[in-house]
């Protein structure tokens, strides 16, 4: 098998420290070598009444090397840092230190960067990342022609991507727009919105997704704390609108309703009829 370049994290989880306890090494080597090796695993078991570790792993195998932006501008070891650290960031929050009694028992995250355009892989050029259980496959081509902070946005999509990980999904039965919306307001809360979303308020349906729906969350959140968490929770193993009536006392739609009220922007007055008609301009 050809060589990858591998890095890998590995993490210490604590039930009884919603924190995380972590201890990391970058290791470069072959998919082989490392993908499941019992003698690291060993070296780094964890005490007793610990969560297992999880082993995160990238892989690079974006093309031009020395042209490729996520090796220039983001890096390997920056990538499975961020990883990780969105990873532990979504366990915590959306757990909240219940792992791994309530969540998925997961001992790996993978992350793949790679060329969507010549793996024939969705809708390219517009196609960012595609999540897969605990296998994360990033576009490289995103990444190569992003306009602006790529190192920012690549952050901010690891977010994303980490929550599609660790989240329930109802059993397929969940809006496809409340997934993609739980996983940007993850992206929000942890403070990587992305440049191109746009304002709070925005949106026609409170289930279109990503940051429309984020926005939404957020602002159901706020009415109170721990909802998002409450809500991933209830749909482990299926979902109902009536979750929001559950929760916050109100069906999604009053929520939705008033929520668009709250940032309504008011029309500006309109300007008072010319009482004479103004001189024509000379040219």
């Known amino acids: 098998m050809s060589s990858m370049k591998l890095f890998l994290v590995l993490i210490l989880a604590t039930i009884l420290n919603p924190g995380l306890a972590t201890r990391s090494a970058a290791i470069f080597g072959t998919t082989t070598s490392w993908s499941n090796s019992r003698a690291k695993a060993a070296a780094y078991a964890p005490p007793a009444k610990q969560i297992p570790f999880i082993i995160y792993k990238l892989k690079d195998n974006s093309t031009s090397p020395g042209n490729s932006r996520f090796e220039t501008e983001i890096g390997r070891t920056y990538g499975v840092q961020t990883l990780a650290t969105a990873s532990q960031y979504v366990v915590g929050t959306l757990y909240q230190g219940q792992m791994p009694h309530y969540g998925k028992d997961y001992s790996e995250v993978v992350v793949v960067i790679e060329s969507f355009n010549q793996a024939r892989i969705g809708q390219y050029p517009l ?157």
Not at 148 to 177: C, L, R
Not at 208 to 214: F, K, L, N, Q, V
Not at 222 to 243: C, R
Request: net charge negative.
């Open 127 to 283: 196609a960012v990342a595609s999540t897969v259980g605990n296998n994360i496959r990033l576009n490289s081509d995103y990444i190569q022609h992003f306009n602006g902070d790529v190192k920012y946005e690549f952050t901010g999509i690891m977010y994303h991507e980490s929550t599609h990980v660790w989240q329930w999904n109802g059993n397929g039965m969940a809006p496809a727009g409340l997934i993609n919306g739980i996983a940007d307001y993850m992206r929000l809360k942890a403070g990587w919105p992305s440049v191109n979303w746009g304002n709070r308020g925005s949106g026609n349906r409170w289930d279109e997704g990503y940051d429309i729906t984020a926005y939404f969350l957020e602002y159901c959140n706020a009415i109170k704390e721990g909802f998002v968490p409450e809500l991933n929770g209830m749909m482990k193993d299926d979902y109902s609108d009536d979750f929001f009536v559950s929760i916050l006392g109100k069906s999604v739609d009053e929520l939705w309703l008033e929520y668009k009220l709250a940032y309504a922007i008011p029309s500006p007055s309109p300007a008072p009829a010319p009482t004479a008609m103004p001189p024509s301009p000379s040219y």
